[in-house]
């Protein structure tokens, strides 16, 4: 019989593990020198066309032992480096060696939060972490997501679910939110078979008290309104105090999607900007943002931990009624997932080894490189800046040129593997985002990242 190949976890784990780590760093190693920049140049069919090339075939009839060597480095040359200081498009961090090690060990344990007994210790350091955030935040318990994206998602069902239109509260719950929202709200009212929200313009990029105001007086029935403490495309806080007031007056509903402002409560230098969030009924956070971890490390905190109970399901095999009784642990009601790794190690792991003093300073940095860039750009007289940055998002664009030109000019660059920078319409005009999430991109880099983008407008191969 042929000896099966060795396991992560077990007596002989370590043992099997570690030449394979030696092999994984490696192949990162090699694999970032040969990409050279923050992105792979040539675009995307060359991207693909190495990836064809390299990966062959790969569900081969016979194994190849140099294979894991072979993918990861394919994986790291063709990968955008948030690491790298010309890499800053996207509310994508550099993960925190620490949170990356811990990642492997809930890896190699494997554990699934569906039941007790896959994951007994994990699902007690969730229940413990995830309430120590949300008291953060002023609230009283919090699920762990995948996301802002499903944090958001399960704020809006817990909004329908408190409002069922069979209890005669006036028809489903109508979701109100500013233009500034993300995606994943309007979207979310989709996908639970709500009314098309009411989207509300939001001119100066943050949501008005004063037109949400004259919104909800016009609106019969259950409302759930959504504000943003750290709009995905400039970085800005709605003003939540206010939209608190006015959400009580008219008994509406209140989410905060913070999932990027979150990190503020972090810093004491900055969490004030937050007042207000604990007036909300939900809050989303995002660690991958600025917390600093490898994706997922997305939560929902709540004010009222009774509205969990929608999730409830009941399966046999997972959270049996005798069981439950006897004192197992129900996890089912914790999540809309069934199958769940344990994504709380490496936040748990984080917060220990840092503080909260330790991750305060890290947002520090970069809402300060932020400060320092967007002076760079206003001092430059080549380029705009469209505002002083709020949180660590700073847009800009050559003075002068056409949208035309600020997207070639972005695409240039990310073709050429130079830079990777975002984009925004916040005004209606085309900007440049610069996101910076990298605690250790320093003054020289920034002074690189607007040198680059003044050398590829000069080159005239963009369109005028």
Known sequence: MPTPPPLASG??????????LDTVLDALDGGRRARGGPLPSGGPETVAARVRDTAGDVLPDHGDPHALHTLVHLLAEGSADPADPLCAAHLHCPPLAVATAADLAASVLNPSLDSWDQAPAASALEALVTRALAQQAGLADALVTTGGTEANQLAVLLAREQTPPHTGAGGPVQLVCGANAHHSLPRAAWLLGLPAPVVLPT??????PAALDQALTGLPGPV???ATAGTTDAGLIDPLPEIAARC????????????YGAGLLFSDR???RLTGLDTADTVTLDLHKLGWQPIAAGLLAVKNPDDLSALHQRADYLNADDDTDA?????LGRSPRTSRRPDILKIAVTLKTLGRTGLGRLVDQVCALAEEF???VDSHPAFDLHDRPTLSTVLFRPAGASDDTVAAV??????????VLGRARPDGRLWLKATLLNPATRPADLTTLLTLVEATLAEGNTPA
């Open 327 to 331: 004192g197992l642990p129900d996890l």
């Open 224 to 226: 759930l309104v959504a």
């Open 203 to 208: 001119p100066a990029g943050t949501l008005d």
């Open 374 to 376: 967007a002076a760079l």
């Open 248 to 259: 009580a007056a008219h008994g509406a509903r209140l989410h905060i999607d913070a999932a």
């Open 11 to 20: 007596p002989l784990g370590p043992d099997a593990l570690r030449p394979l």
């Open 410 to 419: 972005r695409r240039t660059l990310l073709t050429q593997g130079r830079a």
């Open 270 to 272: 900055h969490r004030d």
